[in-house]
């Protein structure tokens, strides 16, 4: 045995001898091991024959080097082994072409191969995940994208972007119609030269100045009026809101604009229409008063001469003459009463400063000022204990002496039982004053509370039907509001509010 057949045997390595055909004509010991064919078997056998088909034709062409005297290195290939697995072999090779032969060893890299195939395909899978992600956050995006415009095309009020040249970026559909500008017509141009008025143009771009070189990226102002001025040159009041953002080292801002023209003119009527009131108001009080005051005296006169007939002229008038001077007399007695009450309604806004009220102590006056009728009518009052209120006292005493009668006088067949409580809540006192009269059908509940408007005659019920306005216009005066809950028959619950002092 020559060294070459020594190292051929015993060598490690998967040795073997091919001719230039490729016929198979010696394998060492190792390989024929590795592939589990003997000697015998693979002598006379094509090489090619051996290969996995995928690779018969790379592997053809590097026979055809090595025909051609070409040295082949690390040429990978697979094998059929004996039980038709596939082995990974790295080759070199080297031919002889004088003798016709070529000299081959091989590698086993089918592990090698096997972690290399498995990492590939980690990374294809891993790949293939990367991939997935990045189609959903494109999708995500999208969609997104697609929820911004849809926000920006639908938004109810103007929305503009643009960098910090103030060149227009976006321009949305809304504001297309409030500026009168389509949206070709500005896009790549200067916000300034569009809808803002010329004073302010100056301002405009030095604020944009300001954040560059500040570089501070937030909310820039909230809500603040200013003038905008459409395609028509008109001029109209808005509000505006406006952010910047940074977007790959440039600033842009993106702006939120109200048309409040129509708030403005709104509430402009409204404060016109409540002047108006107030002033309309005060004049009725104004009237209400000089009429009232003014009416007294001749009816004073009227009164006195009346009853001045009668006491002269008693024993010359006959029953008729007597009959009519008492009508006239009982007439301007009511008229008394009536100037007296809108004398009182017309006092009840002249402005007295509001003091301190115990109104346990102001029901005692107001409850010995009408003993008589009390003690008349059999009345049981019930007051509960009441609380400190703030308020002018003339009037919280009117009001409750209004109630107060109307709650005897409107009695029915049982003797008038009051009862008088509150309820505090939060910000005020819930009064309530019920009875047990006639009570109230619903249709009038909160009809009672007009000038003049009462339910029943003269005769049945005296009054002047101005009771109640009088009550309202006090509780108005003070803050609270005042209704009432009733059963026809059974018997009315008066509620008022006062609002408690905030200190
Ligand atoms: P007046 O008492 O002079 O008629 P008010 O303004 O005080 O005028 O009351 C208006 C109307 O409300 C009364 O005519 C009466 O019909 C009704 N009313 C007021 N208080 C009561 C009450 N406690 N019970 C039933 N009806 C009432």
Redesign the pocket.
């Known amino acids: 045995m020559n060294t070459f057949e020594y190292f051929f045997q015993h060598s490690q390595e998967f040795c073997c001898i091919i001719n230039l055909d490729g016929y198979f004509e010696n394998i060492n010991p190792v390989f024929e091991k590795l592939l589990g064919y003997s000697q015998n078997e693979l002598v006379k056998s094509n090489f090619s024959s051996f290969i996995h088909p995928d690779d018969i034709q790379a592997t053809q062409l590097e026979l055809e080097k090595l025909k051609n005297g070409t040295d082949i290195n690390n040429f990978e290939n697979r094998f059929r082994k004996k039980d038709n697995k596939y082995v990974w072999l790295e080759w070199n090779a080297t031919p002889d072409t004088a003798a016709g032969k070529i000299y081959a060893i091989a590698r086993n890299i089918s592990e090698r191969k096997i972690t290399t195939e498995t990492l590939k395909e980690r990374e294809i899978s891993q790949r293939k995940m990367d991939d997935e992600k990045v189609e959903n956050n494109i999708r995500e995006l999208r969609n997104s994208k697609q929820q911004i415009q849809a926000i920006f095309d639908n938004a109810p009020d103007p929305v503009i972007v643009i960098d910090d040249n103030s060149t227009i970026i976006k321009w949305n559909p809304k504001a297309e119609t409030v500026f009168g500008w389509g949206t070709k017509e500005v896009i790549g141009k200067p916000l300034y030269e569009f809808i803002i008025p010329a004073r302010y143009r100056e301002n405009h771009i030095a604020g944009m100045k300001q954040v560059v070189t500040k570089g501070n990226v937030t909310e820039l102002r909230k809500n603040y009026e200013v003038e905008a001025i459409n395609k028509q040159g008109i001029e109209f009041p808005v509000s505006m809101s406006i952010s910047s953002f940074l977007n790959e080292g440039n600033y842009f801002f993106i702006g939120f604009v109200r048309d409040i023209s129509e708030n403005k003119k709104i509430a402009a009527e409204k404060l016109i229409m409540a002047e108006e009131l107030k002033r309309s108001n005060t004049e009725l009080e104004q009237f209400a008063y000089i009429a009232s005051h003014d009416l007294q005296e001749p009816l004073r006169m009227i009164t006195s001469y009346l009853q001045l007939l009668e006491k002269r002229y008693k024993d010359k008038l006959d029953q008729d003459a007597k009959d009519f001077i008492s009508f006239a007399v009982d007439g301007s007695n009511r008229m008394r009463a009536l100037i007296h009450s809108l004398l009182e309604y017309s006092r009840i806004n002249r402005v007295k400063p509001f003091e301190e009220i115990n109104p346990n102590l102001l029901l005692n006056d107001v409850l010995k000022n009408i003993s008589i009728s009390i003690k008349e009518n059999n009345v049981t009052i019930n007051i509960d204990e009441l609380p400190i209120i703030y308020g002018d006292p003339v009037l919280i005493n009117l009001l409750f002496q209004?109630l107060i009668e109307?709650?005897i006088?409107?009695r029915n067949a049982k003797n008038p039982e009051i009862h008088i409580s509150v309820k505090e809540e939060l910000n005020e006192f819930q009064f309530a004053i019920k009875?047990n009269?006639?009570?109230?059908q619903k249709e009038y509940l909160d009809k009672?509370f007009v000038i003049f408007?009462?339910?029943?005659s003269r005769e049945s019920?005296p009054?002047?039907?101005?009771?109640?306005?009088i009550c309202k216009k006090i509780v108005e005066r003070h803050g609270g509001r005042i209704w009432v809950e009733s059963e026809f028959g059974q018997g009315?619950t008066?509620y008022f509010t006062i609002k408690k002092k905030m200190f």
């Open positions: 209004n109307n709650a006088k409107f009875d009269g006639i009570g109230i009672i408007k009462r339910l029943h019920y009054g002047t039907g101005m009771g109640l306005a009315s008066f």
